[in-house]
């Protein structure tokens, strides 16, 4: 099969993982900001004057000594004396992220129980315009929480599978996804980057943008489905000439497929695709157009799961097919 490849540049963004499990560096960037400025102030030069008392950096600091060890942070900022500010952001832009999200759970858990005389040189903002808080604890708590929230944007826009969480247990991090997914992921990507998947590949891309976007409605699942359908379609009519009729449902294709053996070895996989198609369609049905249902009904947890399981789908599907039929279009 000749290469349909266009560049070097096409072939390494095909092998790229889109989503990840270690924090991307530009993830780092941003948290770092965020959370060296969690009351969102306003600060003159936010690059070298610090939004929060060194004295809760220095304490978050020990405490991720005793989570995780010295030595996790030790050859990060010993080399030369560093202020707490500089000690924060080497943390953030080069320590393990296991260590950066035991030391932003310690931070955060320390400004939140904070005590408004620590704070009392700030200024932050509120609903009905800025104020001294010197005498205002729930303030502090309220924008620790939202700090939760800017967290968790950057981890979800940077395709992170891990959930920053505030709860009656305090600050913690928690996986929503695996290396699995990643994976499976960047197999697909791979795989499916030729022009003969373009139009296979097209609503798994736009189901993932979404996904990236935190809009976990019906649309996910229907272009995930959607893209399951046009990989069969393509195959037994475009492809192989195994059936004339575009209009038939994924079942009807599937069942032609495994005739044709693209299933052996495994033919359990067929009832398997059926079953995510089936749980897919009835996804979007019960959802429906209500709006207020959508995210009640699809949250990211499902999102994440099927797109894993499609990527999955969908590279074992291609690889049979390429790996029975190359070379017979």
């Known amino acids: 099969m000749e290469d349909e490849y266009d560049s070097v540049a096409d072939r390494l963004k095909a092998s790229q993982a889109r989503v990840h499990i270690d924090l991307t560096e530009t993830a780092r ?55 707490s500010l500089q000690i924060h952001r080497e943390i953030l832009d080069s320590c393990e992220y296991a260590t950066v999200f035991a030391y932003m759970e310690n931070i955060l858990d320390f400004i939140y129980r904070s005590t408004p005389l620590l704070w009392s040189n700030y200024t932050i903002p509120s609903k009905s315009g800025r104020k001294e808080f010197e005498n205002d604890r729930k303030a502090i708590q309220h924008f620790a929480i939202k700090t939760v929230d800017r967290i968790n944007k950057v981890l979800e826009t940077e395709g992170i599978l891990w959930e920053f969480e505030f709860d009656s247990e305090g600050f913690n991090f928690r996986p929503i996804g695996s290396e699995m997914m990643v994976a499976a992921d960047n197999q697909f990507q791979s795989v499916a980057s030729g022009k003969r998947w373009a139009t296979v590949a097209s609503p798994y891309n736009d189901a993932y943008e979404l996904y990236r976007n935190r809009i976990y409605s019906k649309e996910i699942p229907e272009k995930l489905y959607n893209s399951i359908e046009e990989l069969a379609r393509v195959i037994c009519v475009d492809m192989e000439d195994w059936e004339e009729n575009r209009e038939l449902n994924l079942s009807n294709y599937l069942d032609i497929m495994r005739e044709k053996d693209i299933f052996e070895p495994n033919p359990i996989m067929r009832a398997e695709i059926k079953d995510l198609a089936q749980s897919m369609e009835k996804a979007f049905q019960k959802v429906g157009d209500e709006r207020h249902n959508r995210h009640h009904e699809i949250d990211k947890e499902y999102c994440t799961l099927i797109l894993h399981q499609t990527s999955a789908y969908l590279t074992y599907l291609i690889r049979q097919y390429e790996s029975q039929y190359s070379g017979e279009e």
Do not use: C, M, W
């Open 29 to 83: 960037e941003r948290i770092a900001y965020i959370t060296a400025n969690p009351l969102n102030l306003t600060i003159a030069d936010p690059q070298n004057v610090a939004a929060i008392p060194e004295r809760l950096i220095d304490r978050a600091v020990s405490e991720t000594y005793e989570d995780v060890g010295f030595s996790a942070i030790r050859d990060h900022v010993r080399i030369k004396p560093l202020s």
